[in-house]
């Protein structure tokens, strides 16, 4: 059933009361529908395919052996030293390696093609017979986008654990800090770490929510909400605006390696959710400012 019969409703049927089962049948038609779009399958292969290929490449590089790298950093080299004495770091490793453009470039592509797609597949006007309403629809487009967010990210995670467990030795993990925790523990900061990288793209999956209402064009809402992902890192990585840098999205997406601390550090993982929450509190303002004005003609 397409998704424009999962909302509409007969026409001559009356005003209905808008309670919250029907709220949480609209978010559960857009979730599902986003999630089983071939689209959305393609996005979560390649994804899940990135580590698959980390771990091989460092399997063929060492031959399994260790590397003798130590937990003194923080970033994603880092983390790849450590793959061949732990495999559960080809989490982390994933993670840094799919942050900075696998992963929101896929949030960007479904993000921008919520309200844009509809429009130029001539569904949108389809989905607002149903007694929905305007500002609904858009919660429930941005629900699923965050949802998204948190499955993309958690595949990363998981195939990434998959393949480091079949690849490399498990054990006790060295964290940053130096100390040494449980395998089970650190199975808890890898699941905690994939739930950080999802929260980190709440902003940017906002701006492209925005960006979709903007236009009738699902490809150009994608190709520019795509396009503001990399003006903004190409911002962030110019030192001479470093000025700005702490009120870019991008800039804290680097933090969950404060995870992996014993204790975990929260400053920058704090400074990073408070972005995310301004840049989705103002976007997601604006889009509902445009979206609840729109003239929607498809």
């Known amino acids: 059933m397409s998704q424009a019969e999962a909302h509409t409703a007969p026409e001559n049927?009356?005003?209905?009361?808008r309670n919250p089962?029907?709220?949480?049948g609209i978010l559960r038609s857009e979730i599902t529908t986003t999630l089983r779009r071939h689209r959305t399958y393609a996005l979560l292969a390649v994804l899940a395919a990135v580590p698959v290929l980390i771990g091989i490449a460092v399997r063929i590089e060492t031959g399994g052996g260790g590397s003798g790298g130590g937990p003194d950093g923080g970033g994603g080299p880092a983390f790849l030293t450590q793959v061949t004495n732990n495999g559960l770091f080809l989490v982390f490793a994933a993670l840094a390696a799919t942050l900075p453009v696998f992963l929101p470039m896929a949030v960007g592509v479904v993000a921008g093609d919520t309200i844009a797609g509809e429009a130029s597949g001539g569904t949108l006007r389809y989905?607002?017979?149903?007694?929905?309403?305007?500002?609904?629809?858009?919660l429930a487009k941005y629900a699923s986008v965050l949802t998204f967010c948190l499955?993309?990210?958690?595949?990363?995670?998981?195939?990434?654990?998959?393949?480091g467990a079949l690849l490399?030795?498990?054990?006790d993990v060295t964290t940053i800090s130096g100390t040494r925790i449980s395998f089970g523990e650190g199975l808890v900061r890898a699941a905690l770490t994939a739930a950080v990288v999802a929260a980190s793209l709440v902003g940017f999956a906002a701006l492209?929510?925005?960006?979709s209402?903007?236009?009738n064009s699902g490809i150009g809402a994608m190709a520019a909400t795509v396009g503001l992902l990399i003006t903004v890192q190409i911002l962030d990585s110019v030192p001479q605006l470093s000025g700005i840098h702490p009120y870019l999205f991008t800039h804290y997406w680097m933090s969950f390696a404060d995870v992996l601390r014993e204790p975990v550090h929260w400053d920058e993982l704090s400074r990073n959710f408070q972005l995310q929450g301004l840049y989705a509190a103002v976007f997601g303002s604006a889009a509902w400012a445009r979206f609840t004005a729109k003239d929607i003609t498809a």
């Open 13 to 17: 049927s009356g005003p209905r009361p």
């Open 21 to 24: 089962l029907w709220t949480l």
């Open 127 to 138: 989905l607002l017979v149903a007694p929905a309403g305007r500002t609904r629809l858009l």
């Open 151 to 163: 499955v993309a990210t958690f595949v990363v995670a998981a195939s990434a654990l998959a393949v």
């Open 168 to 171: 490399f030795p498990v054990g």
């Open 208 to 211: 492209g929510l925005f960006v």
């Open 213 to 215: 209402t903007l236009t």
